[in-house]
């Protein structure tokens, strides 16, 4: 008997708790299982885009090979409009500059490296972007404009490129002594037995003798 009343005793204090705390239980049950599916409904979005964006880049990589530009640059536009998330659309725009480029329209170029340098998801891109509108702004005589770009403090994985690129460029300045630090950092980057010493070489020699003071 007391077993009995012990367990519709303890049936009544469930009910009790379940009164009390049952929805809020089944609320986080469901909001935990929408969580789960979110994630998985968001990953798999993004997996879908990236592959997405991944097509249309090869097909605007074969249509350049092939000298198609009006289809590069649909390719581009749609790239940078729908999938700008993505390293694509950085991708594509580097190209379309340099279609421009061959096609003699440096103002465009430069305003799709622009687009690069704000809008690119990956730092290497935005590197390679950064040096190629360098050497186009001081084309245009625009040197100082050309080194405030450089003006960067991470330049991991691009080291020599920065290096070098500053020595050019402050040698067209005249400040021959800037350009020889330069290259002598250029040539810190490179292994023993890289060729591209000799070239860097060349250009240190090309600034004549180091005067000391």
Avoid: C
């Avoid at 249309?56 to 009006?70: E, H, P, S, T």
């Amino acid at each position: 008997m007391t077993d009995s009343y012990s367990e519709d005793d303890q049936l009544e204090q469930l009910k009790t708790w379940w009164k009390t705390y049952g929805n809020a239980l089944l609320l986080g049950i469901a909001l935990g299982l929408s969580i789960l599916v979110g994630n998985k409904y968001w990953s798999q979005h993004k997996q879908e885009r990236a592959e997405a964006a991944s097509a249309i880049y090869d097909g605007l990589v074969d249509n350049y090979r092939d000298k198609a530009f009006d289809k590069v640059r649909e390719a581009s536009d749609s790239l940078k409009g729908d999938y700008a998330a993505t390293p694509y659309a950085g991708l594509a725009a580097m190209i379309l500059a340099r279609v421009s480029l061959e096609e003699g329209k440096k103002d465009d170029a430069r305003r799709e490296l622009q687009w690069t340098l704000d809008n690119a998801t990956d730092d290497g891109i935005k590197h390679a972007a950064r040096l190629r509108l360098a050497r186009i702004v001081a084309d245009a005589g625009e040197v100082d404009a050309a080194l405030s770009l450089l003006d960067v403090s991470d330049i991991i994985g691009f080291e020599l490129d920065y290096h070098e690129l500053r020595g050019d460029l402050t040698a067209i300045k005249g400040d021959k002594q800037s350009a020889r630090e330069a290259y002598r950092m250029a040539l810190q980057e490179l292994d023993e037995f890289s060729p591209y010493k000799s070239t860097l070489g060349m250009k240190l020699d090309a600034l004549g003798p180091e005067v000391s003071e």
